[in-house]
């Protein structure tokens, strides 16, 4: 692992980051479980009159934190969340290129576990006549799990792009579309352009980039940009109620499915949860919506298994005996060290990260859209999560919706600082080079 030197700003992030690595499990645990925790005092209340005034003074201590978060019309910074939009995608494109800087990487080496298999996924495609490549990415490939960016990949590199440049430089286009979808997705539900604009920021250093690039998880990349975009739409199906919204809804399912199948449940299932949370008078258009979509899902999903040969959502849910079950929750606290701070060089122990994602889901009681999806996305996630082995486990962190809820926390502190506008703007300065930082020692260890 590369060290910053001694005695600059990222050395001594690089220690405290270090120091408090430990921390980061509890960090992860208080982000997945507090809705759990709050169910349990919810119900507990009814029955027990110390629990029902322990709960009641508890919630007030949180209702003085839980206020209304001023963004754009409160902080300079803010004002101009389009622009700050433009810098987070070109920040991304600048991190996508970084890692084959002649300077950082003379020879040109790959860059990324995965990469290599994608590159020969393509190389396959292009050896064989155009159907037999499309028939190729829906079963032979990865037993036809991601045929939508081989898909995607094999027709660039059928445009006389040599493969190993299609794939190799394809973070380039996938960062600036995750700031992108995450500022959409919070600016949908939320109608908030600074929130948009933070998370749009986050985003451009979030786990998704740098594990992305890290470990060359391409599909699993896009598939979070199409999941923000898909829960931006449901938003407006939400808000509008029109059944047209539906086809494009489903095609935004599909697309999901067909890219990163584990995303595309968690996904549909935080959407159905987040159904059921509705009032009344949206709550069956909703759920009968997303059931329709979970349908027609199973439906592709068995057509692409008769019709090409791949493999099965369900198929490969049955191989999952090994690493997933009571067994592994009985190690559950191992599990989480080890996926926090062993795998990938320990980029998701980001306790900054981390952290501010916990305190917004701690302390923000989500009322509007933005929080109510976050939150079924957050527990949708967590009970798995518990009965799966470290490595797992760092795939549903991964698919985790970290920009947003950082963005969240970061205001909350940022309104709580005091100082008005420089004190907020320094803070927040602060944390976006920290992340920047972290983001640009991600590249250069990958």
Same mark, same amino acid.
């Given at each position: 692992?590369?060290?910053?030197? /001694?005695?600059?700003?990222?050395w001594y992030q690089a220690q405290m980051f270090?120091?408090?690595?430990?921390?980061?499990?509890?960090?992860?645990?208080?982000?997945?479980?507090?809705?759990?925790?709050?169910?349990?005092?919810?119900?507990?209340?009814?029955?027990?009159?110390?629990?029902?005034?322990f709960s009641r003074t508890l919630s007030g201590?949180?209702?003085?934190?839980?206020?209304?978060?001023?963004?754009?019309?409160?902080?300079?910074?803010?004002?101009?969340?389009?622009?700050?939009? %433009?810098?987070? *995608?070109?920040?991304?494109?600048?991190? $996508?290129?970084?890692?084959?800087?002649?300077?950082?990487?003379?020879?040109?080496?790959?860059?990324?576990?995965?990469?290599?298999?994608?590159?020969?996924?393509?190389?396959? *495609?292009?050896?064989?006549?155009?159907?037999?490549?499309?028939?190729?990415?829906?079963?032979?490939?990865?037993? /036809?799990?991601?045929?939508?960016?081989? %898909?995607?990949?094999?027709?660039?590199?059928?445009?006389?792009?040599?493969?190993?440049?299609?794939?190799?430089?394809?973070?380039?286009?996938?960062?600036?579309?995750?700031?992108?979808?995450?500022?959409?997705?919070? !600016?949908?539900?939320?109608?908030?352009?600074?929130?948009?604009?933070?998370?749009?920021?986050?985003?451009?250093?979030?786990?998704?980039?740098?594990? $992305?690039?890290?470990?060359?998880?391409?599909?699993?990349?896009? $598939?979070?940009?199409?999941?923000?975009?898909?829960?931006?739409?449901?938003?407006?199906?939400?808000?509008?109620?029109?059944?047209? %919204?539906?086809?494009?809804?489903?095609?935004?399912?599909?697309?999901?499915?067909?890219?990163?199948?584990?995303?595309?449940?968690?996904?549909?299932?935080?959407?159905?949860?987040?159904?059921?949370?509705?009032?009344?008078?949206? !709550?069956?258009?909703?759920?009968?919506?997303?059931?329709?979509?979970?349908?027609?899902?199973?439906?592709?999903?068995?057509?692409?298994?008769?019709?090409?040969?791949?493999?099965?959502?369900?198929?490969?849910?049955?191989?999952?005996?090994?690493?997933? /079950?009571?067994?592994?929750?009985?190690?559950?606290?191992?599990?989480?060290?080890?996926?926090?701070?062993?795998?990938?060089?320990?980029?998701?122990?980001?306790?900054?990260?981390?952290?501010?994602?916990?305190?917004?889901?701690?302390?923000?009681?989500? !009322?509007?859209?933005?929080?109510?999806?976050?939150?079924?996305?957050?527990?949708?996630?967590?009970?798995?999560?518990?009965?799966?082995?470290?490595?797992?486990?760092?795939?549903?962190?991964?698919?985790?919706?970290?920009?947003?809820?950082?963005?969240?926390?970061?205001?909350?502190? *940022?309104?709580?600082?005091?100082?008005?506008?420089?004190?907020?703007?320094?803070?927040?300065?602060?944390?976006?080079?920290?992340?920047?930082?972290?983001?640009?020692?991600?590249?250069?260890?990958?």
């Amino acid at each position: 692992m590369t060290m910053p030197c /001694g005695g600059s700003f990222a050395w001594y992030q690089a220690q405290m980051f270090r120091g408090l690595a430990p921390l980061s499990p509890l960090l992860l645990f208080l982000l997945l479980y507090t809705w759990l925790a709050r169910l349990i005092l919810k119900v507990g209340r009814k029955h027990s009159t110390g629990l029902d005034k322990f709960s009641r003074t508890l919630s007030g201590k949180v209702r003085g934190l839980d206020k209304p978060i001023p963004s754009q019309a409160k902080f300079i910074l803010l004002h101009h969340p389009r622009l700050l939009l %433009i810098l987070a *995608m070109t920040v991304t494109v600048l991190l $996508g290129l970084f890692p084959y800087w002649p300077g950082l990487n003379p020879n040109g080496n790959i860059v990324g576990t995965d990469t290599p298999v994608y590159i020969e996924w393509t190389r396959q *495609m292009l050896a064989r006549p155009f159907p037999q490549a499309i028939s190729y990415a829906f079963s032979g490939a990865d037993s /036809g799990f991601r045929p939508v960016p081989l %898909i995607l990949f094999y027709l660039i590199a059928s445009l006389g792009v040599r493969p190993e440049q299609v794939v190799e430089f394809s973070p380039v286009i996938l960062g600036p579309l995750l700031s992108l979808s995450s500022f959409v997705f919070v !600016r949908t539900g939320s109608g908030d352009n600074g929130t948009a604009a933070i998370a749009a920021l986050v985003a451009s250093f979030s786990f998704d980039v740098t594990v $992305g690039i890290w470990a060359g998880y391409l599909a699993n990349w896009l $598939g979070m940009i199409i999941a923000f975009f898909f829960l931006a739409a449901f938003f407006l199906f939400e808000k509008s109620k029109r059944k047209t %919204i539906v086809i494009p809804l489903i095609f935004l399912s599909l697309a999901l499915l067909l890219t990163h199948p584990w995303t595309w449940a968690l996904i549909l299932t935080t959407a159905f949860f987040f159904a059921l949370t509705r009032p009344r008078i949206e !709550r069956k258009l909703l759920t009968t919506s997303t059931i329709m979509m979970i349908a027609v899902g199973i439906i592709v999903d068995f057509a692409k298994n008769q019709v090409a040969g791949g493999a099965t959502l369900a198929g490969d849910l049955g191989t999952k005996g090994p690493v997933f /079950g009571i067994s592994q929750l009985v190690t559950f606290w191992p599990n989480i060290s080890v996926a926090l701070n062993v795998f990938y060089d320990g980029l998701l122990g980001n306790v900054l990260l981390l952290g501010l994602s916990a305190l917004s889901f701690v302390t923000i009681r989500f !009322r509007d859209k933005v929080e109510g999806m976050l939150a079924c996305w957050v527990a949708s996630a967590s009970v798995p999560f518990a009965l799966l082995n470290s490595f797992h486990q760092t795939r549903l962190i991964y698919d985790l919706p970290i920009p947003p809820l950082v963005a969240i926390g970061l205001l909350l502190i *940022m309104s709580r600082a005091g100082g008005g506008n420089l004190r907020a703007s320094l803070l927040l300065l602060v944390v976006l080079l920290s992340c920047a930082n972290y983001a640009l020692e991600a590249v250069i260890q990958a």
